[in-house]
């Protein structure tokens, strides 16, 4: 144990008087919990997934970690900094990564169902080919790759009301979302500018509000999308996908 020096007092036994020091007692210093995670990871077998399910893992610097797939099912990361970190292919259902930095993160083919990114910075990021019916509310995603990305919500099951990606409000100024499904998502007020949406589905998606000024939507699939006081003006529209079928067309802009 720590001990430093304290006030110290005379006790006297016969007749003699001997000072005795006081002692004040440190506890020892807590262990790094970032380096403890790191030396986890790396420690563990890449065929093993290392289980960080439901662990406390808010705030801490794990920049430029490797996950090797891990189940991270219901952890906690928010504002956590994963700026450059490999979590593809990990288990991601449940966690919370409110305000946390991903920048260039590489989350390609994960699993984030009911997944909270609100206000996150996912910048950069790879999400191609992920399994995304998560809430993305107010998040960054500026050049994000979303290509191929599963967001649909699934109809047949729906138990507690309707599970669906939410990007509301969600910055996606030039990201890539070739291919991606997004059909019944809640996509309202989202700016989608300059993205690509070719061969999207945005099947009964709310769009409302939604800028797609400058969007590549050539086979993007409208059908049934509320696309109301959203903005098309300088969109690639001419092979867009059931465009005729939209809710409120009549209330949309193109200027």
Known sequence: MNAAHGVGKFVRIG???IFVAG????????????????????SAADAVPVDLSGRD?????????DFKS???RGAVLK??????????NTVLDLAILRGSRLHGANLAGCSAFSTIFAEADLSGADLSGARLVANF?????????????????????????LMRVILVKTVLRGANLAGADLSHGLIEFADLSG???????LRFADAAGANFRGANLQGTDFQEADVSGARFS???????????????????RLE
């Open 57 to 65: 893992l808010a705030g801490l610097d794990l920049a430029g970690v």
């Open 23 to 42: 002692l004040t007692i440190h506890p020892a210093a807590p262990a790094d919990p970032a380096a403890a995670v790191k030396a986890l990871l790396a």
């Open 79 to 88: 504002g956590a900094n994963l700026e450059g970190a490999n979590l593809s």
């Open 70 to 72: 891990a189940n991270l």
């Open 137 to 161: 509310h107010g998040a960054n995603l500026t050049g994000t790759n979303l290509s191929k990305a599963l967001m649909a919500a699934d109809m047949r099951n729906q138990p507690m009301g």
């Open 234 to 252: 300088r969109a690639v529209l001419d092979q867009a996908i059931n465009f005729d079928k939209v809710r409120n067309r009549d209330a949309l």
């Open 195 to 201: 993205a690509n949406l070719s061969g999207a589905s």
């Open 15 to 17: 007749a003699l008087s």
